[in-house]
């Protein structure tokens, strides 16, 4: 069944309105008035707007309570009345409606009724879609209006036909009534419109129940009745649904309709109906105190019609019926987890036990027997005899259950389990019934080491709040510490570090060289600082509910930190508990101290971590400090329960950043000691003189926090450069000496740049570049040079004497600030030659440089004649006029013509075809070859003569044919030469 929702055009001549009312309408399915209809959830008089084109607008009275659609129009209707300014001019009148309803609609109808007061009055009518949502714009209807003696003409225009008639949720229509044809323009001239509406399509119905699947009754003994009932509801506009029938089926009629039908449900959602239905438990099983549970099934169907439809309906819900009558309830804690601590060698803890009581004439709970069961080592054990519960809950009793370690058993953080099996039974019943807990126990004794603290301790020393940088070599202040801002102990047996949604707060605990960390667990036994390897090992916790949100737990290594000093600190290393940005903010060092480390010396994240242990490492030698550092950024909540650090092992002096295989150049410059391999004050370095190789070269170079700075000045220009010779292993300041030796192959180049000072001029650049330098081992002859400064634009910074060459292999160029890491890649060396990698700057902008990096990835990958060559397995005589495979073909006949070098069998199938062919009337030599399409170093000539002893070779009497496509690498080629002569011979020539 098709539905319209009207929406209602309450619009009032002079602003007055009378709001969702529909007078003298008619509905345009069945004809029928409608009055008094309102507009739910279409915008109705708020909603609407009117426009009058070229034309007056009536104040006499208010649109929508004319008379009926069968009463004639006169002058006293309460309608829109036009008053045409002029003969001739349209008159219109624009309407606009807004969909309130909450989801998208299809308009259905245009609705109006009209009719000119006389003959010399506008009758030409037209409607006409302005626009809105996704309409298209245009007139939809025109016609002619009759005469006022005729009376009102009712017009329902039908939208279901047009090609895009929805209007969103929220979107507004604009229609135009347009009136035309006035031959005269007096006061009565008038044209009437009247009851104007329009209609959406709303046909959704639906009717539900809930549940509608099945429905359940329980009868606990010893009631024996109970009652249910399914919710029944329907949607739909101008509906209502007829329950007609509720119809039960059941075995032995144990289920009962308590519902009276039929009956009418007349509103939708969120009105609707109960249907009751009762189960009566005696009708379908045994009842007694000693019965036990049962149950039985039914059906019933819902026999409903939407009024108006003539359809009926039956929806079948599943009835099921129960009788329950339960035994003793017994309550036992699922499972026992205990925690041993050292000096303590036993621990006790307990189990809960309680009972529900259950049928009547069976009262209290007996506990028969309590066993200890699969053990995984010995020490467990119960000190709780057998007992009666004689109180049903809320009333408890307890079994105690004990661990002893005293054996030794289990060391620091090893776990026994074993089962705890209680057997018991009702009094009064016969049946014993069995129930099993594992029971879990962990001893914790922290490994001796520089740091012991367990925060279920009290912990001392929590110093807070501190918002500035603070140096890390006051050890005075900082000795058995934690320092910081937003860090604090918690009762609960945990440190807690936080911070702010739109900050940084970070905590640290610093121990010196030589000296023993905290300790709060058991004695104090820490040890001393010093050369090693070692493992902050903790158990930690992270609440997180915010975003950005960055945690990390850290261990450094304080390289190089000296004496404090008030007055004068120097070298050391820094950190600032509190910034203002959502990030990791970690310690900077000054002078020539700085932080380190270790690859895994840092756990971070930016989500929640549930309760669980972790680690970082630390890697030290004699005279380096000890810092472990908490960090919070956007409000996440870091919980500290146990800290311990322990010796691993020696010092390991690349573990700091181990470098990739194949490695020929590894500069960090961490260590001061890079410093010996920077060479400043230079104005030229001769690439293949003794004592250049791997160092650092140019002018105003220097080491710098940890980098190499080469500082170019506004009026100068600057080429730092490192050079490394063929067959030596590449400079190497990270851990230990493992680069490995400059032979051909492919290379890879990355490293960090960071370029200030800025580009102040058109000639103001950055380059960095990396040059493979073929040239003498030794002398200056036949080598490369390359010049370091120049106090103008330095364009000849590479120079290349005698034979030698410098090739560019890879370039980067800046024209801009930027701090980044940066790749060259696929950059092919060849046997014997050096390469030079060269910052060149000018004209202002300074250059910071760290972690380069030169990898080998792979082998040169060959081209031309030497990559078809290596194809072939076997083929080692490869000079270009040899013919290993003796088929009078040389290998570069092979290479040109598609052949195989190591097959002696493959000629006749590669040499040219030369044949006759008769066109126009004439005989004609053709010469048909492959030639290679992807090696332009080949020249492929195919010449006539016309004598062998006296050779006469020459292409001029030869004319291409044609060609083919290029398959892999190779076409076919056609040329011909005429036969006039009395001999004629025809050959390919090949050169490379």
Not at 189 to 203: E, H, K, Q, R
Not at 427 to 435: A, D, H, Q, R, W
Not at 846 to 865: F, H, M, P, Q
Not at 901 to 924: C, E, H, L, R, Y
Request: negative net charge; charged residues 15%.
């Amino acid at each position: 069944m098709k539905r319209w929702r009207w929406l209602s055009l309450a619009v009032a001549m002079a602003g007055t309105v009378q709001a969702g009312l529909l007078i003298g309408f008619s509905d345009p399915t069945t004809g029928d008035p409608v009055g008094g209809s309102s507009l739910d959830g279409f915008a109705n008089s708020s909603g609407w707007s009117s426009v009058a084109n070229d034309a007056q607008e009536d104040n006499s009275g208010i649109y929508g309570t004319g008379t009926a659609v069968s009463d004639a129009a006169n002058s006293n209707d309460t309608s829109w009345k036009l008053f045409p300014a002029s003969v001739g001019v349209t008159a219109s009148i624009d309407f606009a409606v807004t969909n309130n309803t909450g989801s998208a609609v299809d308009l259905a109808w245009f609705v109006f009724r009209g009719c000119a007061r006389k003959a010399t009055a506008a009758e030409d009518y037209s409607v006409e879609i302005l626009g809105g949502g996704s309409l298209t714009a245009g007139v939809i209807d025109s016609d002619t209006l009759p005469i006022a003696q005729d009376g009102y003409i009712g017009y329902d225009i039908d939208l279901s036909g047009l090609a895009d008639r929805t209007l969103e949720d929220g979107g507004t229509a604009t229609f135009r009534l347009s009136v035309s044809g006035n031959s005269g323009n007096a006061s009565t001239d008038n044209t009437y419109i009247d009851n104007v509406a329009i209609a959406a399509d709303t046909s959704s119905f639906a009717f539900n129940l809930n549940p509608n699947d099945s429905l359940t009754f329980e009868s606990d003994y010893p009631a024996t009745v109970s009652t249910n009932e399914i919710v029944a509801s329907f949607i739909g506009e101008f509906s209502s649904v007829q329950i007609e029938n509720l119809v039960v089926t059941s075995d032995s009629n144990e289920f009962s309709v308590l519902t009276s039908t039929p009956f009418t449900m007349n509103d939708p959602n969120p009105s609707n109906a109960l249907l009751k239905i009762e189960f009566d438990a005696t009708l379908a099983g045994p009842i007694g105190p000693a019965v036990d549970a049962w149950s039985t099934t039914g059906s019933v169907d819902v026999v409903w019609t939407e009024v108006g439809n003539g359809t009926m309906n039956t929806n079948e819900i599943e009835l099921i019926g129960r009788f329950r009558n339960p035994a003793v309830g017994f309550e036992i804690d699922s499972s026992l987890v205990m925690s041993l601590g050292y000096p303590d060698t036993a621990v006790t803890n307990d189990l809960t036990v309680s009972y529900d009581q259950g049928r009547p004439g069976h009262t209290n709970v007996q506990i028969t027997a309590i066993n200890i069961l699969d053990a995984s080592t010995n020490g467990f054990s119960t000190t709780t005899s057998p007992f009666t519960l004689t109180d049903p809950a809320p009333s408890n009793s307890t079994i105690s259950i004990v661990f002893d370690n005293s054996g030794g058993q289990l060391g620091s953080k090893d776990t026994a389990t074993a089962n705890v099996e209680v057997v018991w039974g009702e009094l009064g019943g016969s049946t014993n019934y069995t129930e099993t807990v594992p029971v879990s126990v962990q001893y914790v004794n922290l490994p001796q080491g520089v740091m012991q603290l367990l925060m279920a301790n009290p912990i001392v020393g929590v110093d807070e709040p501190h918002g500035s940088p603070q140096a890390l070599n006051d050890f005075g202040l900082l000795t058995n510490k934690w320092y910081g801002q937003n860090i604090s102990y918690n009762t609960d047996g945990y440190l807690k570090q936080t911070s702010g949604t739109g900050n940084n707060r970070s905590s640290f605990n610093i121990i010196e060289s030589g000296t023993a960390g905290q300790d709060n667990f058991g004695p104090v036994d820490t040890v001393a600082l010093t050369n090693g390897l070692y493992r902050y090992d903790f158990v930690y916790e992270v609440i997180s509910n915010s975003t950005p949100a960055v945690w990390s737990i850290d261990a450094y290594a304080l390289v190089g930190q000296e004496a404090f000093s008030v007055s004068n600190n120097t070298d050391y290393v820094s950190q600032d508990p509190t910034t203002g940005n959502v990030e990791y903010n970690g310690p900077v060092g000054h002078g020539t101290a700085y932080p380190e480390q270790h690859p895994s010396g840092s756990l971070r994240g930016s989500n929640a971590v549930s309760k669980t242990t972790g680690s970082v490492y630390l890697n030290v030698q004699d005279g380096m400090d000890a810092m472990f550092h908490l960090s919070s950024s956007g409000a996440p909540e870091i919980r500290l329960y146990e800290l311990t650090l322990t010796r691993e092992g020696e010092y390991d002096p690349n573990a700091e950043d181990p470098n990739p295989p194949n490695s020929v150049i590894a500069a960090d410059f961490s260590d001061l000691s890079a410093t010996n391999s920077i060479f400043a004050g230079l104005d030229q370095t001769d690439t293949n003189t003794n004592g250049v190789n791997n160092t650092w070269r140019g002018t105003l170079t220097s080491w710098e926090s940890q980098a190499l700075k080469s500082v170019a000045g506004d009026l100068n220009s600057k080429a730092t450069a490192i050079i490394t010779r063929s067959g030596t292993s590449g400079y190497d300041d990270v851990g230990v000496q493992d680069t490995i030796p400059l032979t051909s192959g492919e290379y890879e180049l990355t490293l960090d740049i960071d370029i200030t000072g800025g580009f102040p001029s058109n000639e103001s650049v950055v380059r960095v570049e990396f040059y493979a330098l073929s040239q003498d081992s030794t002398g200056n002859v036949n080598q490369v040079r390359i010049k370091h400064t120049e106090n103008a634009l330095l364009s000849d910074y590479m120079i290349a004497d005698g034979t030698a060459a410098f090739t560019l292999l890879g370039s980067k160029t800046y024209t801009a600030n930027v701090t980044e890491k940066m790749t060259l890649s696929g950059m092919p060396v060849q046997d014997g030659q050096d390469v030079a990698l060269v910052f060149y700057h000018a004209f202002g902008p300074d250059l910071k440089i760290d972690n380069v990096l030169l990898v080998r990835t792979g082998d040169v990958v060959l081209s031309g004649y030497d990559g078809w060559a290596s194809g072939f397995t076997g083929f080692f005589d490869t000079a270009l006029d040899s013919d290993p495979d003796g088929d009078d073909l040389s290998n570069l006949m092979e290479y040109a013509l598609n052949g195989d070098p190591t097959d002696s069998g493959d000629a006749a199938s590669i040499k040219p075809v030369v044949s006759t062919v008769m066109d126009g009337g004439s005989n004609w030599l053709y010469h048909v070859h492959n030639e290679r399409t992807d090696d332009g170093t080949l020249s492929y000539v195919v010449e006539a003569g016309n004598n062998l002893v006296f050779t006469n070779w020459n292409s001029a009497g030869i004319e291409f044919v044609d060609e083919s496509a290029s398959v892999g690498n190779y076409k076919s080629v056609t040329n011909r030469t005429d036969t006039d002569a009395s001999a004629e011979f025809i050959r390919l020539q090949v050169e490379k």
